[in-house]
């Protein structure tokens, strides 16, 4: 298509022709130097701010002529090699009960395009045929973790990536009749939520799902980490996070959930060989040992009440107890390394690990285990969640 750039005498004005559709337009239309009409610009749902408007006229054509240039060809030309800043608007929808839609959140993010002088190269394009620049796969990457929060209240940032390694696990002096054997672990890579699953995150699962909402002993709900579930329960809304963002969502095993706590330390505690009430929530009315008495709360505290550990790990100590997802075994054979989540009908106790608001301090050791069936519930067992993806 020929470009007619000097423009034809109408009247006394200066008119051109659209390059792309051929609507007439003034002077004052252009686009990259050269005449575009905005309906051609604005195509691939970009809103140039730098485009004026010359009279309302124009954008009476421009509206008349939208169907005349779904069939035109594309801008970019061999000719077009300029960058050009625009605004892109991002509208995220989620589905909300059959055919309802809601629009959750609207962003206005900045970015380069670029109009390639060859179409033989191999970059994203959009409808239009101008070539983006990397710059908007991360605005897509941003839009599908605002949707994932939006949904789940669960977002790609409430996750710290653990690298693969080894480490001794169980207790330096575990006696010889102790489930805390001393035995050398490894460990793949995965990444663990920095908390526990809180009411919040929760109370979405359960309204998704048609349960009932678990109690918070008029505690509080929000930020506090969710109570009263079973085994089952942390299973089951491990599922449904994992087929609601994509992500492979499971219970730690009994050796992540060590290995996370520890944080590469091999002392009583991730904090050292003591540890107080200022650092976590147990029973401060029960001395261990040579450390003191300190506050007893008595009830959970919201999330990222303490100092984490060194790997940015929240309440890995004390608060609530949380589920893995392994059997129990006594005699550490192997089971602390996998996920005894596949058989429901398997009713062997599980693990759970890190003691509670309740709990005496000793519980709180990083190789202290406890166990329980998995259809048990109480006010004292929350869970928190890995992904391996």
Same mark, same amino acid.
């Given at each position: ?53 010359? #009279?309302? &006229? /124009?954008?009476? %054509? *421009?509206? @008349? =002529?939208?169907?005349? !240039?779904?069939? $035109? +060809? ?24 059959? #055919?309802? &839609? /809601?629009?959750? %959140? *609207?962003? @206005? =993010?900045?970015?380069? !395009?670029?109009? $390639? +002088? ?27 973790? /605002? ?243």
């Amino acid at each position: 298509m020929s470009e007619n750039l000097l423009g034809d005498e109408h009247n006394g004005i200066k008119v051109f022709k659209c390059i792309e559709c051929q609507l007439d337009l003034p002077e004052s239309s252009r686009f990259q130097d050269k005449p575009v009409c905005i309906a051609c610009v604005e195509k691939a749902g970009y809103i140039v701010p730098t485009v004026i408007v010359a #009279d309302k &006229k /124009e954008m009476a %054509q *421009k509206e @008349e =002529h939208e169907d005349t !240039v779904k069939t $035109k +060809a594309p801008i970019s030309t061999p000719e077009q090699k300029a960058k050009v800043d625009i605004i892109k608007t991002v509208e995220v929808v989620a589905d909300k009960a059959g #055919d309802k &839609k /809601e629009i959750v %959140q *609207k962003k @206005e =993010h900045k970015v380069v !395009v670029e109009a $390639k +002088a060859s179409e033989n190269i191999s970059e994203p394009k959009n409808e239009v045929g101008i070539a983006i620049d990397v710059g908007t796969i991360a605005v897509e990457n941003n839009t599908t973790n /605002e949707r994932i929060m939006s949904i789940t209240m669960v977002e790609d940032t409430d996750w710290v990536t653990i690298a693969a390694g080894e480490f001794m696990m169980g207790s330096l002096d575990a006696a010889e009749d102790s489930d805390e054997q001393l035995h050398d672990v490894s460990v793949s890579g995965f990444r663990i939520l920095k908390t526990a699953v809180t009411f919040e995150q929760f109370d979405v699962f359960c309204k998704e799902t048609g349960r009932g909402k678990y109690s918070d002993c008029k505690w509080g709900r929000g930020n506090r980490p969710v109570i009263f579930v079973s085994y089952w329960d942390a299973v089951d809304y491990a599922k449904w996070l994992s087929h609601a963002t994509g992500w492979q969502c499971r219970l730690p095993t009994e050796a992540e959930w060590e290995y996370a706590c520890r944080a590469g330390t091999e002392t009583t505690f991730n904090t050292g060989n003591t540890i107080s009430t200022a650092q976590a929530n147990y029973d401060g009315d029960s001395p261990h040992l040579m450390i003191s008495k300190g506050i007893s709360r008595h009830k959970t505290m919201p999330i990222g009440t303490f100092l984490g550990n060194a790997w940015g790990l929240f309440e890995m100590h004390g608060n609530v107890c949380e589920w893995c997802a392994s059997e129990y075994d006594p005699y550490y054979n192997g089971s602390e390394q996998l996920d005894g989540s596949t058989d429901r009908s398997n009713d062997v106790p599980r693990v759970l690990r890190g003691g509670s608001w309740n709990t005496r301090l000793e519980t709180l050791r990083s190789a202290a285990r406890m166990q329980s069936n998995p259809e048990n519930r109480s006010n004292e067992w929350g869970f928190r969640l890995v992904r391996i993806d």
